[in-house]
């Protein structure tokens, strides 16, 4: 099953603290990928910015602060309104953006009852997808035979 949730939705792009630009993102969740949830940044370039990470670490930070190096979130209030503080570093540079909580959280609603929280494993599909690693090739043949047989042929290629 190739289930995607998706939400499109305005984050806040703080500039400074009197000052912060609106940029359209894009939340997905693939339930092909259950353990990781992806945001895609719109700043009016022709290469959107992307960003994937643990959905446990945003569905925690809806709640209280978490998160280390990358990716840190935690709940906060900005004029009155209930927001998630997402705060992302990468050697091109540091940016903290501000979610509104009520939109991520029935976004992440969505996921958690798609793929519950410890369920995700079941989705990763691990046997079959190793199954089809080992599945014998057509050149794995000339790999089965003995090559020091008697009946190889010789240096010579007799």
């Given amino acids: 099953m190739n289930t995607v949730v998706e939400r499109e939705l305005v984050l806040r792009l703080v500039l400074s603290p009197e000052r912060s630009i609106a940029v359209p993102a894009r939340l997905v969740y693939a339930v092909?990928?259950?353990?990781?949830?992806?945001?895609?940044?719109?700043?009016?370039?022709?290469?959107p910015v992307h960003w994937t990470f643990a959905r446990e670490l945003l569905v925690e930070g809806v709640f209280r602060p978490c998160?280390?190096?990358d990716v840190r979130i935690w709940p906060s209030k900005v004029d009155g309104r209930n927001v998630l503080q997402i705060a992302l570093s990468s050697p091109d540079g540091d940016a903290m953006l501000q979610a509104p909580s009520v939109a991520v959280?029935?976004?992440?609603?969505?996921?958690?009852?798609?793929?519950?929280?410890?369920?995700?494993?079941?989705?990763?599909?691990?046997?079959?997808?190793?199954?089809?690693?080992?599945?014998?090739?057509?050149?794995?043949?000339?790999?089965?035979g003995d090559l020091w047989s008697d009946e190889a042929p010789g240096p010579d290629g007799e």
Avoid: I, K, Q
């Fill in 32 to 47: 092909a990928d259950p353990f990781a949830v992806s945001v895609t940044f719109h700043l009016g370039s022709r290469n």
């Fill in 67 to 69: 998160g280390h190096g």
């Fill in 105 to 144: 959280s029935a976004w992440l609603e969505r996921t958690l009852a798609l793929v519950p929280p410890g369920t995700e494993h079941e989705r990763l599909e691990l046997d079959a997808g190793l199954a089809r690693l080992l599945e014998p090739a057509p050149a794995d043949d000339l790999w089965r």
